[in-house]
């Protein structure tokens, strides 16, 4: 095949996957949610396929000496960011795949939103797996985690306990931790629950696949041992919360 024509099936292959990318980026903001881990994907992809298809931009570029080296400058940087996305993203990935095995953990169900004194869908989801575990584990305990935030009538660990009772878990089994506002206080508070009430330290977060990493990561400082009970994210909501959980990691990793 001519180069030319592998070039331009290149192009066109590159576009449809940059539009998919940007497509994938727009049902959070119908939704309400407006998160870095849309915007990043919207100014990725269009940023791209502008330069892509624009031509004259291009000849400019190559046109100047100095815009050139700039441009080499900024190419390296272009893919090397791309690589680091790939290996935080399979780093991410991973720790969704450390499940628990037989032995009696103590699940932590990691708070998200409440919608007045219901779970949302993403909450229901990570007590849905937290439900599976407790009922495959009779002697297992529970810590549920998460403070009240604006627009909930009641903390998220109410929200919770309630969800899990009604379905038949015993109250006994549940502890409530009712402060934390971040994920590294969940762990943290969680943490500090477990040891009063001589819980096993050994532990299984419920949360969505993509937060487990950090998860594990604030359960580790904290002295306890992680396994993953990852919940399922809606389709429509993996571009988003992963861009954006990939973007918290390399934070993690940096700043702590």
């Given amino acids: 095949m001519d180069k030319p024509i592998l070039r331009l099936t290149g192009k066109w292959l590159a576009t449809l996957l940059l539009a998919v990318i940007f497509l994938w ?25 502008l330069f892509l298809w624009n031509r004259p931009l291009r000849e400019k570029i190559r046109g100047r000496r100095w815009s050139r080296n700039l441009w080499r400058i900024a190419l390296v ?5 791309i690589a680091c996305f790939g290996v935080l993203l399979c780093m991410l990935l991973g720790a969704e795949t ?29 007590l849905q797996v937290a439900y599976a ?3 495959a584990h009779p002697d297992a305990p529970c810590v549920v985690s998460g403070g009240q935030g604006p627009g909930e009538a009641i903390s998220e660990a109410e929200a919770m306990y309630r969800w899990l009772v009604e ?55 904290n002295d306890l041992s992680a396994a993953a009970l990852p919940a399922k994210t809606p389709w429509y909501l993996l571009e988003c919360y992963y861009v954006r959980e990939v973007l918290a990691a390399a934070k993690t990793l940096v700043l702590g």
Wanted: contains cysteine; charged residues 20%.
């Fill in 25 to 49: 980026a727009l049902p959070p903001f119908f939704r309400g949610i407006q998160s870095i881990g849309s915007f990043v994907p919207l100014a990725f992809s269009a940023g791209t396929l």
């Fill in 77 to 81: 940087l272009y893919f090397a960011g």
């Fill in 98 to 126: 450390n499940r628990p095995g037989e032995e009696d953990r103590t699940v932590v169900v990691l708070g998200c939103q409440v919608r007045g004194e219901t779970p949302s869908l993403m909450l229901e989801k990570r």
């Fill in 133 to 135: 575990y407790l009922e």
């Fill in 167 to 221: 379905r038949g878990i015993e109250p006994g089994r549940i502890y409530l931790e009712s402060a934390s506002t971040s994920t590294a206080e969940n762990l943290r508070y969680s943490a500090a629950v477990i040891r009063e009430e001589g819980l096993p330290t050994d532990v299984a977060v419920a949360t969505d696949g993509f937060h487990q990493w950090r998860g594990g990561c604030y359960a580790a400082e």
